[in-house]
Nanobody, 120 residues
Framework: QVQLAESGGGLVQAGGSLRLSCAAS????????MGWYRQAPEKQRELVAT???????NYADSVKGRFTISRDNPKRTVYLQMNSLKAEDTAVYYC??????????????WGQGAQVTVSS
């Protein structure tokens, strides 16, 4: 079975940095787009960043210039480097990946979530 395992969450002071990792395991034919989402208490889940299979990236306006998404295809891993963290970045971060035999036969998978807490 396919699983996405997240790591790297924790508590950090405002202005600090944190790096999240999400590794896919199991029977995998192909990994398409991957991304990071977050959900703060009492708020809806929102897009943070995405990266296509070819490396094209997209970011939410709130994190542009501070966060960087990247991927290592041989390792089946997507990363989120978070710099200049703010208290408003506090949330549970979830990774997402489209996995399947082809781009036309993909299924979505989600990580278990990683808590990121930024203190002032």
């Amino acid at each position: 079975q396919v699983q996405l395992a997240e790591s790297g969450g924790g508590l950090v002071q405002a202005g600090g940095s944190l790096r999240l990792s999400c590794a896919a395991s199991g029977i995998i034919f192909h990994i398409g787009a991957m991304g990071w989402y977050r959900q703060a208490p009492e708020k809806q889940r929102e897009l943070v960043a995405t990266i296509s299979s070819s490396g094209r990236t997209n970011y939410a306006d709130s994190v542009k210039g501070r966060f960087t998404i990247s991927r290592d295809n041989p390792k089946r891993t997507v990363y989120l480097q978070m710099n200049s963290l703010k208290a408003e970045d506090t949330a549970v971060y979830y990774c997402n990946a489209a996995i399947g035999p082809t781009d036309m036969h993909m299924s979505e998978y989600w990580g278990q979530g990683a808590q990121v807490t930024v203190s002032s």
